[in-house]
């Protein structure tokens, strides 16, 4: 018989996104290659998500696209369906951050949670109470509290990112328009490079963007292409001579690294969170600590071989492999229930 698996996926965005939405890629990612390996996946998502699996849903489209919806009240009502469903499943798979680790006695099945990142210690009881598994998305992320299952580094689509090995000679900046990202610094590194820069990503800070960011946007030398589906995200990367990733915090993971490597694009990034764990320095890209440093690495980063670039990031960050790590999480989490 057929592993079966319920696939609890995050409610702001539908799965996949139709342009920003790290954790439910991810989740649609990993849903549609374990139907493609034979798992029998109930995926519980926004109404308007696609998926070859059995879509259950009952909230009608992501609380990011909509004002007027409470995303506190839609996720808890997402999360109860799901737990009435709970014991038709070999896996509950919880995408979801903290929330459905709070109703423990409730769910009918082992549980295995990605940790997509926290939003800080403040959530960690919620964790700490749970009986579910835990997975880190990198070594760098996993909290000392915490015993892990595994780590199991995100896998993107190769086919949706293609190698690109005659790029243009402009520089990307690739995520949410906020501090964290450092957008404004992505914008001082290009143009001490003389490189034109283009920006893409969801404004998250509306004064930042405004201050920091939209005074330098001309439409030359830098441009703001905003929020991107799929196709002209994979045009945007592809394109690329390199992927700037300044960023000010300790980041999870960084899907946007990825895709760019997946493509031939390297990438410089600050030298923090997971970026020295998913960057492979020479081969991919280069961490740097400084601007200068930033700057001074533009050239020799460019000139990476693509191919290689290319080839490292197939290795390392396919799909198929995301879903060989999770199979094996289920299995462990199944022999040691039994």
């Known amino acids: 018989m057929a592993l079966s698996v319920g696939m609890l996926a995050p409610i702001a965005w539908r799965t996949p996104p139709e342009h920003y939405g790290p954790w439910e890629r991810v989740t649609s990612l990993l849903t549609e290659g374990l139907v493609r390996r034979g798992v029998a996946v109930t995926l519980f998502a926004t ?140 914008i001082e590194i290009a143009r001490h490079a003389g490189r034109r820069l283009v920006i893409c990503g969801i404004v998250h800070d509306q004064e930042y963007f405004a201050s920091e960011v939209e005074p330098h946007i001309d439409g030359d030398r830098v441009e703001f292409r905003g929020s991107v589906g799929p196709a002209e995200r994979a045009l945007v990367l592809r394109n690329a001579a390199a992927l700037l990733h300044p960023i000010a915090f300790d980041e999870p993971f960084g899907l946007s690294v990825v895709e760019a490597m997946m493509c031939g694009t390297p990438v410089i990034a600050y030298r923090r969170g997971s970026m020295a764990e998913i960057i492979d ?58």
């Open 281 to 338: 320095e020479g081969v991919t890209g280069r961490t740097v600590t400084t601007l200068a440093e930033a700057i001074a690495a533009v050239d020799e980063v460019t000139a990476l071989d693509r191919r290689r670039v290319h080839d490292r990031a197939a290795a390392r960050f396919g799909v198929e492999r995301m879903v060989d790590d999770y199979l094996r999480v289920y299995e462990h989490v199944l022999t040691r229930g039994s």
């Open 47 to 186: 109404a308007d998500s696609v998926t070859e699996a059995q879509l259950d849903a009952i909230v009608p489209h992501g609380y990011g696209t909509d004002p007027s919806m409470d995303g506190r009240v839609w996720e808890a009502l997402h999360v109860a369906h799901a737990i009435t469903r709970s014991d038709e499943f070999d896996i509950v798979h919880n995408q979801l951050d903290w929330l459905p680790l709070a109703f423990r006695d409730q769910w009918r099945a082992p549980m295995v949670t990605t940790v997509h990142g926290f939003s800080g210690p403040a959530i960690l009881p919620a964790y700490a109470a749970a009986s579910s598994a835990f997975v880190s998305i990198s070594d760098s992320d996993r909290s000392s509290e915490l015993a892990y299952a595994a780590t199991v580094h995100h896998g993107v689509d190769t086919a949706e990112l293609p190698l690109m090995l005659d790029p243009d000679d402009y520089l990307v900046s690739f995520g949410r328009i906020h501090p964290d990202k450092g957008t404004a610094q992505a």
